[in-house]
């Protein structure tokens, strides 16, 4: 059996919980690498993954024989297929933060389950901690990350609108990885000031500040970065904002650590940032994995520990309503001693022609 799913079996059992069901795609793809549509079944006797006759080839091309994970075609099961599934089972877990009520009615009909248990996000709280594989797919969609910054600086001009930009970086993506991890943020001039501003028809300007946040997928597995620089020459007026947010930016890859409180790092900048008149409006940061934001939350409103090989983002940013905005993003890897930035784009002043 996989690593993953022993894992589930064994933390099942800890649980007292004879079976579960998993439902969310995400969470079948990180237990079993399965990307098909369908349902995933961890019963007394097997694991089971339920899908239809237009997933069967995919599905068992994706697993081997050491998965241990049995495939029926749901158009050939019987109520009493399915009654059976669970028999015995008096605590069944489901994922409550995933499943409707009317998912978890029909769960309740369909399978006799005597009683659905609550599982309090317990598989996205393991996908938290990243293990060697999932680490250097991460690390491939940042080098990747990396070289397509390096490839946008050279390609832009002014009169090339926002679109044109986004279009061309989803496109470099999709030639050297498995495509976009999210929606291409390229910000403009006083669109900047939009933390997550949707590319527009406005065209690059003289003297415009830009910001593109940007991330690709490498096996399923995620980059994120934000860099913000600047057409032809930096203007003053931003110059001690911007040296503002890489100062705190840099102070939080210094506080990050194994076992530090992502609250008090989060509340540090909030107080320098209020020091100085400005607000932290969003979160310093998120995990980074399956999902390009999923657990841990970095913020002055959620308090977490941060673990060894968790991977997350540290993205101050500071918002000036209707003039512009200053956000720098690295995706990075918690280590025992420190963090390690797996983004290693320059932060110091850009400035193109």
């Known amino acids: 059996m996989n690593k993953k799913m022993q894992w589930l079996r064994n933390k099942m059992l800890s649980l007292d919980l004879q079976g579960m069901i998993v439902s969310n795609p995400v969470n079948i793809r990180y237990l079993t690498n399965i990307q098909a549509e ?24 994706t697993l081997t024989l050491f998965d241990e994970i049995v495939v029926y075609d749901v158009r050939g099961l019987t109520l009493e297929d399915y009654e059976n599934f669970f028999m015995f089972c008096e605590n069944v877990g489901f994922e409550e933060n995933y ?52 490839y946008i600086l050279n390609y832009i001009r002014p009169g090339m609108t926002e679109k044109m930009i986004a279009r061309e970086i989803d496109d470099y993506y999709y030639k050297h990885a498995e495509g976009v991890a999210f929606d291409t943020i390229v910000a403009s001039g006083e669109n900047s000031s939009k933390p997550h501003a949707i590319p527009t028809d406005r065209e690059i300007q003289k003297e415009d500040i830009i910001t593109i946040d940007m991330g690709c997928k490498v096996n399923g597995y995620c980059s994120d970065m934000t860099r913000t620089f600047f057409v032809g020459k930096v203007l003053e007026e931003v110059k001690p904002i911007y040296e503002l947010v890489l100062k705190n930016q840099e102070q939080v890859l210094k506080d990050m650590r ?3 409180n992502t609250k008090q790092i989060a509340k540090m900048v909030d107080n320098d ?81």
């Open 99 to 150: 499943v409707t009520y009317a998912k978890y009615k029909e769960y309740m009909h369909k399978y006799k389950i005597n009683n659905l248990v609550e599982t309090e996000n317990m598989i996205e709280k393991q996908r938290q901690i990243k293990d060697e594989e999932e680490l250097e797919n991460i690390k491939k969609a940042c080098k990747i990350t990396d070289d397509c910054y390096e």
């Open 38 to 61: 369908g349902i995933l079944l961890a019963t007394r006797k097997e694991n089971i993954f339920l899908t239809d006759g237009r997933y069967i080839e995919d599905v068992h091309n």
């Open 273 to 353: 940032f209020r020091l100085n008149n400005y607000d932290l409006i969003h979160a310093l940061g998120h995990g980074v994995g399956l999902e390009v934001h999923e657990a841990p939350a970095l913020g002055i409103n959620s308090e977490n520990i941060l673990k060894e090989n968790m991977v997350i983002t540290n993205e101050p940013g500071i918002y000036i309503a209707g003039k512009y905005g200053v956000r720098i993003e690295d995706t990075v890897q918690i280590t025992k001693g420190g963090a390690e930035i797996l983004t290693m784009s320059p932060k110091r002043y850009t400035i193109i022609k």
């Open 258 to 260: 194994e076992n530090a």
